[in-house]
């Protein structure tokens, strides 16, 4: 895949869910000459949901990658899904791409889901673009999403291009093309060629006013980024639009701006253009920073290499497709080359792998490829130890990236096999499945025979039940879904953690005194801390924390995992014989255990935020279900003839609530709901757990 650096595009495109990824991600292939049918999400044809659970469902559930070219570039795209329980997807894919397009729904504006996908998108410094799609539908509203994305995203777009109109055609001055704010021009798309022929043609008159306002406003935004196209608005000259996509273009990388674009995916209409941005304004691998990492064997020492392919080489396993006959593992390429049957490190593991095959990845298709370098997106089959998250570097040069972080499951579900035979199946295919999610997990308990799932949703772990079912032919006994809890100390603790024992005709002693705290900033498990310079000395201090470290891994007094606690060691006493480190570590546990005891548990439970948008008429009826419900409203927006509600509600209380929301609004209402926190569960709740 030999080919200038400069020429290739990383791009995902993210957003909420059904604002038209999928479709736009469809015309763009078949713009590109890619693909020659042009497919439709509604038929389940596209070429990105090719799973047949997600044609079914009309829904993307697994990010997927296709490459195009367009212009003198070649393009590697991920389409991402859009619903909550496969955030994981939007995750990965976003740790390793250059540049991402977001997607909103002209209707619907700035959605739940669009806001967590642009934060993580901010966390990998990922500059975007916006395309303001579905312009053709009844309520479809330009203005009112483009200041959304300034004031809900807090981000500052620039609108390269205005609508010709909005709407369906039945309506007066429905929509029928797009403003070209840089180039002045209007556009309109041939629905005979399913809108592969582009007229372009001046501005007609009666939008002139229009266009020129948001031309000059454009300029403006530009004002402070180029003196040379600053000096040439005061002097009122006309801005050639080189100069302009120029200014765009380093605005954009810098991500000081968002060029903001539109049209309507499924009407054929923007998609062109919309494709000439991400080559325009995107960024090539060449203009990303070089990636950051740490010698494997000591961590403190930063290494970074060039995206260039004579850097050694250095790559990211950003995502599994786990399979009977080998998995299939997608590595994003950053530095150097690496060819087939060749070898690596997993620095991580300090495991060599063999690299046997590479592929090339169009959707569900496969090309082997000899080579790959700098830049580029691979598939290899012939992996053994890697897994996702993990670095591949050359052998001789380690270098270890940051890991892939997944958020917490917040949802369990008890499974059985049907008999006994199916266990050991079912425990091989759950084995594949938690290898190609790493939201999903599994546990069986040997006593009852269940196997516990957990995941991101309700969805989410019906979508794994249908997979047990169609691709490895299990059929499971399911019980009722629930919430995943976890625990957390209630009050600061100070307690002695002792070892006075004998063993092995041998006296061992150690004291360690520490303090138990709880840590709201704190992730899962514990964080431990020594509480001074020489609170112990070594070794003993590191058994201490090591042992602590691990025992938080554990779950609390309820049994659940723990979260948010702090653990301080305070000091401690050493026998001058009798103390060593095996003594050390029974005292870490004794002081664990007391620890626990005296700072008392709290049940967790996971707390969800909700955005429901309904009929104005039904809003009375959905705060009175969701104060039932134990949930809070955090705020109320009117748009149109639409309201919009947010709340946080536990998601314990929110089983089923998408057909009681159907129920409430005669399905004109739609909700989405994502994990915002752990906050403390009832009272009673956590007495059924002692
Ligand atoms: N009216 C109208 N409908 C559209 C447009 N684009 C997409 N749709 C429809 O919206 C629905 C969702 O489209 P998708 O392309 O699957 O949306 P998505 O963002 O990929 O959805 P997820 O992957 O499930 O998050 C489908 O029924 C599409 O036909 C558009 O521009 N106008
Ligand atoms: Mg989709």
């Given at each position: 895949m030999a080919r200038n650096l400069e020429q290739l595009r990383n791009i995902g495109i993210i957003a909420?869910?059904?604002?038209g990824k999928t479709t736009v991600t469809e015309r763009m292939l078949y713009y590109s000459g890619a693909s020659h049918r042009m497919g439709e999400v509604d038929k389940g044809t596209t070429v990105t949901d090719f799973d047949p659970e997600e044609q079914q469902r009309g829904i993307t559930i697994r990010a997927a990658c296709v490459t195009f070219p367009w212009l003198d570039c070649t393009v590697n795209l991920i389409d991402t899904p859009g619903h909550v329980d496969f955030t994981a997807e939007v995750e990965r894919s976003l740790r390793v791409l250059d540049g991402g397009v977001v997607v909103f729904s002209a209707r619907e504006g700035v959605e739940a889901q669009s806001e967590t996908v642009w934060r993580q998108a901010d966390k990998y410094g990922v500059p975007r673009i916006a395309f303001i799609n579905k312009m053709d539908r009844e309520g479809a509203d330009f203005d009112g999403t483009f200041n959304e994305i300034r004031d809900r995203l807090e981000a500052n777009p620039v609108a390269i291009q205005v609508p010709a109109g909005a709407g369906p055609p039945h309506v007066k001055e429905a929509f029928r093309g797009v403003i070209?704010?840089?180039?002045m021009q209007y556009l309109t798309f041939a629905s005979e060629s399913l809108g592969k022929e582009i007229q372009r043609n001046p501005i007609p008159a009666d939008l002139a006013d229009l266009a020129e306002l948001w031309h000059g406003e454009m300029l403006e935004r530009l004002f402070e980024f180029s003196n040379e196209l600053a000096e040439l608005v005061l002097e009122k000259a006309t801005v050639p639009p080189a100069l302009i996509r120029q200014v765009l273009r380093e605005a954009t990388l810098h991500r000081l701006i968002v060029p903001v674009l539109c049209g309507s995916a499924l009407d054929h209409i923007g998609i062109q253009p919309l494709l000439d941005a991400v080559t325009y304004f995107l960024p090539s691998p060449a203009d990303k920073p070089p990636v950051e990492g740490v010698d494997p064997k000591r961590r403190d020492v930063t290494i970074i290499r060039k995206p260039r392919v004579d850097e050694p080489f250095c790559g990211l396993v950003f995502k599994i497709d786990a399979d009977k006959h080998g998995d299939l593992h997608y590595v994003r390429v950053y530095s150097g080359e690496l060819k087939a049957n060749s070898r690596a490190l997993n620095p991580g593991k300090d495991k060599k792998e063999n690299v046997p095959q590479l592929w090339h990845i169009q959707a569900d298709r496969r090309e082997q490829v000899p080579m790959v370098t700098a830049g580029d997106i691979v598939g290899i089959i012939g992996l053994r130890h890697s897994i996702t998250g993990d670095t591949l570097c050359d052998t001789q040069h380690p270098i270890l990236l940051e890991t892939i972080e997944f958020p917490e499951t917040v949802i369990s579900m008890a499974i059985e096999a049907e008999s006994s035979t199916e266990r050991k199946k079912l425990a091989d295919a759950l084995e594949m499945l938690k290898r190609q999610d790493p939201t999903f997990r599994a546990q069986e308990n040997e006593e009852t025979g269940q196997t516990l799932i957990s995941g991101m949703g309700e969805l989410h772990l019906e979508v794994i039940q249908h997979r047990l079912l169609s691709d490895y032919n299990l059929n499971v006994r399911v019980h009722k879904p629930r919430v995943s809890y976890r625990e957390t100390v209630d009050r600061p603790a100070d307690v002695l953690g002792e070892c006075h024992r004998q063993q092995g005709g041998q006296s061992l002693f150690a004291e360690v005194r520490i303090r138990m705290e709880p840590y709201p900033q704190g992730g899962p498990g514990v964080v431990v801390v020594p509480g001074g310079p020489n609170v112990l000395p070594e070794p003993y201090l590191s058994i201490v924390i090591d042992g602590l470290t691990e025992q938080g891994h554990g779950g609390g007094l309820l049994g659940c995992p723990l979260m948010r606690v702090k653990i301080t060691v305070l000091g401690g006493q050493v026998h001058e014989t009798e103390s060593n480190e095996i003594a050390f570590r029974y005292a870490a546990s004794d002081a664990f255990k007391k620890g626990l005891q005296a700072a008392g548990s709290v049940l967790l439970e996971p707390i969800m935020r909700l955005q429901i948008t309904t009929p104005e008429e039904n809003l009375g009826d959905f705060i009175s279900d969701l104060q039932q419900r134990r949930a809070i409203i955090t705020n109320t927006i009117h748009r149109g003839r639409l309201a919009v509600l947010e709340a946080e509600a536990p998601l314990a209380n929110l089983f089923g609530y998408s057909s009681a929301m159907r129920g409430l609004s005669q399905g004109r209402a739609t909700c989405s709901m994502e994990p915002a926190a752990y906050g403390p569960a009832p009272q009673e709740v956590a007495d059924s757990f002692v």
């Open positions: 909420h869910i059904d604002a070209d704010l840089v180039e």
